[in-house]
């Protein structure tokens, strides 16, 4: 059984900086990818970023170069820096983790960037 709790989501003023964690409970040794999605208010839900076994990271188009996806394989957690934030990355963050072809995901976070 597999359980991610996410941490560190807030208020914070356009501009401003913010740090996701999300820890994961798992037995296996091995997870293949680890990132985020995010979902707006009555928007679907979308893809941010992941980061791979091996290190490479993705980014959303909109994200990159203002959000950094990491990994801490010994503690199982993967991270989310966000920085510039802008009022249109408001919403509720979700990590997730892919072993194999199953994916698990946390119960989200809420993250709020006012003008």
């Known amino acids: 059984q597999v359980q991610l709790v996410e941490s560190g989501g807030g208020l914070v003023q356009a501009g401003g900086s913010l740090r996701l964690s999300c820890a994961a409970s798992?037995?296996?040794?091995?997870?293949?990818?680890m990132g985020w999605y995010r979902q707006a208010p009555g928007k679907p839900r979308e893809w941010v970023a992941e980061v791979s076994d091996s290190g490479t990271s993705i980014y959303k188009s909109s994200v990159k170069g203002r959000f950094t996806v990491s990994r801490d394989d010994d503690k199982k957690q993967v991270y989310l820096e966000m920085t510039s934030l802008k009022p249109e990355d408001t919403g509720v963050y979700f990590c997730y983790l892919q072993i194999g072809r199953p994916r698990y995901w946390g119960q989200g976070t809420q993250v709020t960037v006012s003008s």
């Open positions: 798992t037995s296996a040794s091995n997870i293949d990818v």
